[in-house]
């Protein structure tokens, strides 16, 4: 249904919500918001809002545990006196922000705008941009223009599809209706500021709790109100001593706007309204040194720690840093690379413990992986030497008709009329005695007490043993020595449909500055489980594709390439199963064959330089029964 009137063009001022004060007595939503890599305010769910409200009001110096509400959070916690969020398990620490909207707005009514991305699911807008959409699809505006909030996206809301003006790109949206973010009332102060402290304990009655998440908890907070009351006490001595990490000369130059407004406003973690300290003041904490700061620039930090932020804020960071002083330790705070000795979360906890003791600590941002090449011309991109074709798609196997699963296991064993006085490993019962299946499983010619031996690896089991197992496996013709992991016949998987593609590129990677580039790309899209899937016609979701890994352009590379493609016409690359980085289940994963998705670095283990990756990659290949002997084919 065609939509009446003109179309909207966002003023520059933060769109059409409202998050700044115009009455200090009225209701507001509140939106709880975390600062991403790219400096972007993410909004968390109401659901999530709804608890750290819960906990603000019964100890507002106190510790909230996202795992509580949401499982996927369960190593994120919200320190409300730092105003950052806490890994545990890494180390990482951002900032985090309390805005207020309208009732009347998008968060107000519980309305949800996303986008559907490139693995078919969908994900939420800014919250900016959905009270900004949402204003305009109440007043049944046709289309919506987001270029002044610095996004070169047109919203059409006649296709419910957004288009990027540059590409043209088209993506689908939607809009749905969820859990209403929490509303508060009475006066809002502009600014507030929290007592050093330890906050109550997190037991029911007010008492400390002793599991280990709220011991590790309480301690972090502990540290950080250690810094809090040593550098008060330093600030009115007037002995504080300034490092590099809060003085003067910034780790990283950068600017600072916030919604239009210019000097006195106050940019950085925990920062907010009132009135803020530039950077050469007296009054700073370890958590300031995240966001970068400079003598010259309007945009100042503030020294107290504040729950509210009027307006919208943005925050623009470089990576130009700053001369470090000889003799100040640099400790990263945020991912160590893989081959750092130092655990993150151990880096971070030391960082603040040596500011407490009034030791200069200089905080620095350790390099962000290099995943991709430059971008590359298509006629720049050549067929692998040696290798047929540049594109593969899954084949499935299907099972010869009249291979039985006695079938199979009479084909790979030969039978043993004297059985030794040993354990059958599959059943755990003695090999001279009947089978553990024995009335669980029958199948006919194939008697609970009769041994087998495979022809390779000579290890024997009851032949009704390997019938069970085979009937618990992928069912694909081949059988798998649950001892030695020997595999007769052809083992494959049970890969989801997609394609595979392989090419090489000018560039080199990290350890072999002389060879060219094997670049494989994979992409499989989201689809429907079948019976050889975990959960039969449940959907399983495909995050990340397309996935770019890479070989070195040399005869072991093209080797390893040439058996990465008989293990993808196998299915055994990718499965279905539960994320071991995510723990969202049901979605495609790795399936024990490593790849190298990092282009120019290996600060995730997952890139070169990599000296005896191409001979691991070898002998896992080899564990799926893809070896030399295939290379013949």
């Given at each position: 249904m065609a939509r009446p009137g003109s179309g909207m063009l966002v003023s520059a001022g933060g769109g059409t919500g409202t998050s700044g004060y115009q009455s200090q007595s009225v209701a507001r939503v509140v939106v709880w918001e975390w600062l991403n890599e790219h400096g972007r305010w993410r909004p968390y769910s109401a659901t999530v809002c709804h608890h750290i409200e819960n906990v603000l009001k019964g100890d507002p110096r106190g510790t909230v545990v996202l795992g509580q509400v949401e499982p996927q959070l369960v190593p994120y916690i919200i320190d409300l006196q730092s105003m950052h969020q806490f890994r545990q398990d890494t180390g990482t620490m951002r900032p985090v922000q309390r805005k207020f909207y309208e009732p009347s707005s998008a968060p107000g009514k519980g309305v949800v705008w996303e986008w559907e991305n490139d693995s078919g699911s969908w994900t939420p807008y800014d919250m900016e941009l959905c009270?900004?959409?949402?204003?305009?699809?109440?007043?049944q505006h046709p289309w919506l223009d987001l270029s002044s909030l610095g996004f070169a996206y047109l919203v059409d809301f006649?296709?419910?599809?957004?288009?990027?003006?540059?590409?043209?790109?088209?993506?689908?949206?939607?809009?749905?209706?969820?859990?209403?973010?929490?509303?508060?009332?009475?006066?809002?102060?502009?600014?507030?500021?929290?007592?050093?402290?330890?906050?109550?304990?997190?037991?029911?009655?007010?008492?400390?709790?002793?599991?280990?998440?709220?011991?590790l908890v309480n301690s972090t907070r502990a540290a950080s109100n250690a810094i809090l009351a040593s550098q008060r006490r330093n600030a009115a001595a007037g002995t504080v001593r300034q490092s590099n990490t809060f003085a003067g000369t910034s780790l990283w130059s950068g600017t600072g706007t916030i919604g239009g407004s210019n000097a006195g406003n106050n940019v950085g973690a925990g920062g907010g309204g009132g009135k803020g300290e530039n950077a050469g003041g007296t009054n700073f904490n370890c958590s300031q040194a995240l966001v970068s700061h400079t003598h010259s620039h309007a945009a100042t930090i503030n020294g107290q720690n504040n729950l509210n932020r009027p307006g919208t804020q943005r925050i623009a960071v470089t990576s130009n840093r700053g001369a470090i002083p000889p003799g100040v330790p640099a400790l990263p705070v945020k991912n160590l690379t893989?081959?750092?000795?130092?655990?993150?979360?151990?880096?971070?906890?030391?960082?603040?413990?040596?500011?407490?003791?009034?030791?200069?600590?200089?905080?620095?941002?350790?390099?962000?992986?290099?995943?991709?090449?430059?971008?590359?011309?298509?006629?720049?991109?050549?067929?692998?030497?040696?290798?047929?074709?540049?594109?593969?798609?899954?084949?499935?196997?299907?099972?010869?008709?009249?291979?039985?699963?006695?079938?199979?296991?009479?084909?790979?064993?030969?039978?043993?009329?004297?059985?030794?006085?040993?354990?059958?490993?599959?059943?755990?019962?003695?090999?001279?005695?009947?089978?553990?299946?024995?009335?669980?499983?029958?199948?006919?010619?194939?008697?609970?007490?009769?041994?087998?031996?495979?022809?390779?690896?000579?290890?024997?089991?009851?032949?009704?043993?390997?019938?069970?197992?085979?009937?618990?496996?992928?069912?694909?013709?081949?059988?798998?020595?649950?001892?030695?992991?020997?595999?007769?016949?052809?083992?494959?998987?049970?890969?989801?449909?997609?394609?595979?593609?392989?090419?090489?590129?000018?560039?080199?990677?990290?350890?072999?500055?002389?060879?060219?580039?094997?670049?494989?790309?994979?992409?499989?899209?989201?689809?429907i489980q079948t019976t050889e899937h975990p959960n039969p016609g449940k959907k399983f979701s495909a995050r990340?594709?397309?996935?770019?890994?890479?070989?070195?352009?040399?005869?072991?590379?093209?080797?390893?390439?040439?058996?990465?493609?008989?293990?993808?016409?196998?299915?055994?690359?990718?499965?279905?199963?539960?994320?071991?980085?995510?723990?969202?289940?049901?979605?495609?994963?790795?399936?024990?064959?490593?790849?190298?998705?990092?282009?120019?670095?290996?600060?995730?283990?997952?890139?070169?330089?990599?000296?005896?990756?191409?001979?691991?990659?070898?002998?896992?290949?080899?564990?799926?029964g893809i070896g030399e002997d295939n290379l013949k084919d």
């Open positions: 009270v900004s959409i949402q204003h305009a699809y109440e007043k006649t296709s419910m599809s957004q288009t990027n003006r540059q590409s043209q790109r088209r993506r689908r949206l939607r809009r749905r209706m969820d859990l209403a973010y929490p509303l508060i009332a009475g006066a809002i102060p502009k600014s507030q500021s929290w007592p050093v402290g330890g906050g109550r304990g997190g037991g029911p009655g007010g008492g400390p709790c002793s599991c280990a998440q709220c011991v893989g081959s750092g000795p130092v655990h993150p979360a151990i880096a971070g906890m030391t960082g603040i413990l040596m500011c407490a003791a009034g030791l200069p600590v200089c905080l620095t941002r350790a390099p962000k992986p290099i995943l991709h090449p430059p971008p590359i011309n298509k006629s720049d991109m050549k067929p692998v030497p040696g290798v047929n074709g540049i594109r593969r798609k899954t084949k499935k196997k299907h099972l010869r008709k009249g291979k039985s699963p006695e079938d199979v296991v009479r084909r790979y064993t030969e039978k043993i009329k004297v059985a030794p006085d040993e354990d059958c490993t599959i059943c755990m019962e003695r090999l001279v005695t009947s089978s553990g299946y024995e009335g669980v499983l029958s199948h006919k010619g194939i008697k609970p007490e009769m041994v087998g031996r495979l022809g390779k690896c000579k290890h024997m089991y009851h032949l009704l043993c390997l019938v069970a197992m085979y009937n618990n496996g992928n069912k694909d013709g081949s059988l798998q020595c649950p001892t030695c992991k020997a595999i007769y016949g052809e083992k494959t998987g049970t890969q989801p449909p997609g394609k595979m593609e392989y090419h090489v590129i000018p560039h080199c990677l990290p350890g072999y500055t002389d060879v060219k580039t094997i670049r494989i790309v994979y992409d499989i899209p989201a689809g990340g594709f397309p996935r770019h890994c890479y070989l070195p352009d040399n005869e072991k590379g093209r080797k390893v390439l040439k058996l990465l493609i008989t293990a993808w016409d196998r299915r055994l690359i990718f499965t279905i199963g539960t994320s071991s980085t995510t723990g969202e289940s049901d979605t495609v994963v790795w399936n024990e064959i490593h790849h190298k998705t990092e282009f120019g670095s290996n600060l995730t283990g997952h890139g070169y330089p990599d000296p005896n990756y191409l001979d691991n990659v070898l002998t896992e290949l080899g564990v799926q």
